[in-house]
């Protein structure tokens, strides 16, 4: 077993619901990598909205598939051992990428990680760095690439706007745009206005002022896409502030996102609520990986916390209020 040791320090939970307090550090065995597995040494994981949400039970009955459960997917680490025929990666490689959700394991020493969704970590890239990555990043590319950039030379430039762009996901998709030659407007609270600016936002909207709820541009440009990363804004805010084919990329759908989608297509209207589903794939990872190797793509953490007080990590996600992105760092 890796490094000889039989057993690792792991978080869990062991029911729906309970936030941060219902988070247990326990000692369970080291996994082992099974087919196209491998068993990695963790330095870093960063959490994301959707690992609290599946602990308040809102992909019951499908996530997780049971308890006690090791939450987190996003994960940097040393590669500790190898499963049968693997042969993409050695022993002691640094990696970067997702686990299966069903699996989940990030809160943890060691984990158990599938080939298909790992990319080599460049000793440019941090582990904090790295692990900040997947899915907010990814999910700020298949955004960016639903509202029609395709990140190549047949690019045009487009009027974008992405509200709570100083978050996990915003603050990569305002990047990406700027990359790809958009002009961007994002979104955010007074105290990340210089912050959005120093990211390559054209203008920033406060969203607590009048104009700001109401998403009006400062220069009165209509959207051809929004990126849109948070909730509770309605399609009426939205529709008076599109162009005449303008889209709304939602990141987080709900049951009234769908149905309102589909009503946009029932009813022929040229403007359009597309609600995104993340869909992991190894060549989104490492463009990414190259962008933020090269330096184009900056990560933002909020905060870095020890695997011991990983429940102060979770209770800050849950707040809403994290500028860029919540690591813990093994």
Same mark, same amino acid.
């Given at each position: 077993?890796?490094?000889?040791?039989?057993?690792?320090?792991?978080?869990?939970?062991?029911?729906?619901?309970?936030?941060?307090?219902?988070?247990?550090?326990?000692?369970?065995?080291?996994?082992?990598?099974?087919?196209?597995?491998?068993?990695?040494?963790?330095?870093?994981?960063?959490?994301?909205?959707?690992?609290?949400?599946?602990?308040?039970?809102?992909?019951?009955?499908?996530?997780?598939?049971?308890?006690?459960?090791?939450?987190?997917?996003?994960?940097?680490?040393?590669?500790?051992?190898?499963?049968?025929?693997?042969?993409?990666?050695?022993?002691?490689?640094?990696?970067?990428?997702?686990?299966?959700?069903?699996?989940?394991?990030?809160?943890?020493?060691?984990?158990?990680?599938?080939?298909?969704?790992?990319?080599?970590?460049?000793?440019?890239?941090?582990?904090?760095?790295?692990?900040?990555?997947?899915?907010?990043?990814?999910? &700020? /590319? $298949?955004?960016? *690439?639903? %509202? +029609?950039?395709?990140?190549? !030379? #047949?690019?045009?430039?487009? @009027? =974008?706007?992405?509200?709570?762009?100083?978050?996990?996901?915003?603050?990569? &998709? /305002? $990047?990406?745009? *700027?990359? %790809? +030659?958009?002009?961007?407007? !994002? #979104?955010?609270?007074?105290? @990340? =206005?210089?912050?959005?600016?120093?990211?390559?936002?054209?203008?920033?909207?406060?969203?607590?002022?009048?104009?700001? %709820?109401?998403?009006?541009?400062?220069?009165?440009?209509?959207?051809?896409?929004?990126?849109?990363?948070?909730?509770?804004?309605?399609?009426?805010?939205?529709?008076?502030?599109?162009?005449?084919?303008?889209?709304?990329?939602?990141?987080?759908?709900?049951?009234?996102?769908?149905?309102?989608?589909?009503?946009?297509?029932?009813?022929?209207?040229?403007?359009?609520?597309?609600?995104?589903?993340?869909?992991?794939?190894?060549?989104?990872?490492?463009?990414?990986?190259?962008?933020?190797?090269?330096?184009?793509?900056?990560?933002?953490?909020?905060?870095?916390?020890?695997?011991?007080?990983?429940?102060?990590?979770?209770?800050?996600?849950?707040?809403?209020?994290?500028?860029?992105?919540?690591?813990?760092?093994?």
């Amino acid at each position: 077993m890796a490094e000889e040791k039989s057993t690792m320090k792991a978080i869990q939970y062991a029911s729906y619901g309970g936030g941060a307090g219902a988070l247990k550090h326990v000692e369970v065995p080291i996994p082992s990598p099974k087919k196209n597995e491998i068993l990695l040494k963790l330095e870093a994981a960063s959490i994301n909205p959707i690992d609290w949400k599946i602990q308040s039970g809102m992909l019951r009955p499908f996530l997780p598939p049971k308890f006690p459960f090791t939450p987190v997917a996003d994960v940097a680490g040393e590669v500790a051992e190898l499963g049968p025929e693997v042969s993409a990666y050695k022993k002691g490689d640094k990696v970067v990428g997702m686990l299966n959700f069903s699996n989940g394991g990030g809160l943890a020493q060691f984990s158990v990680a599938p080939i298909s969704l790992m990319v080599t970590r460049p000793p440019e890239l941090s582990p904090p760095e790295a692990a900040s990555l997947p899915i907010a990043a990814m999910t &700020a /590319l $298949q955004a960016l *690439k639903a %509202a +029609g950039t395709k990140f190549d !030379a #047949t690019d045009k430039p487009s @009027n =974008i706007l992405i509200t709570a762009a100083s978050g996990g996901v915003g603050h990569y &998709a /305002l $990047q990406l745009a *700027k990359h %790809a +030659g958009h002009h961007v407007t !994002a #979104t955010c609270g007074a105290r @990340n =206005i210089e912050l959005m600016k120093s990211l390559g936002a054209d203008e920033v909207i406060d969203y607590k002022t009048p104009e700001g %709820a109401k998403l009006w541009s400062p220069s009165g440009k209509k959207y051809d896409a929004v990126i849109h990363c948070t909730t509770n804004i309605s399609w009426s805010t939205f529709e008076p502030n599109l162009t005449t084919e303008g889209k709304v990329i939602d990141i987080t759908p709900t049951l009234k996102t769908m149905a309102t989608s589909i009503l946009k297509k029932v009813t022929l209207s040229k403007k359009k609520l597309v609600p995104l589903l993340l869909s992991p794939k190894s060549e989104d990872m490492k463009f990414l990986v190259d962008m933020a190797t090269e330096g184009k793509l900056k990560t933002i953490v909020d905060s870095t916390h020890p695997l011991s007080k990983a429940e102060e990590a979770w209770a800050k996600s849950m707040s809403g209020h994290a500028t860029g992105k919540i690591v813990i760092e093994m």
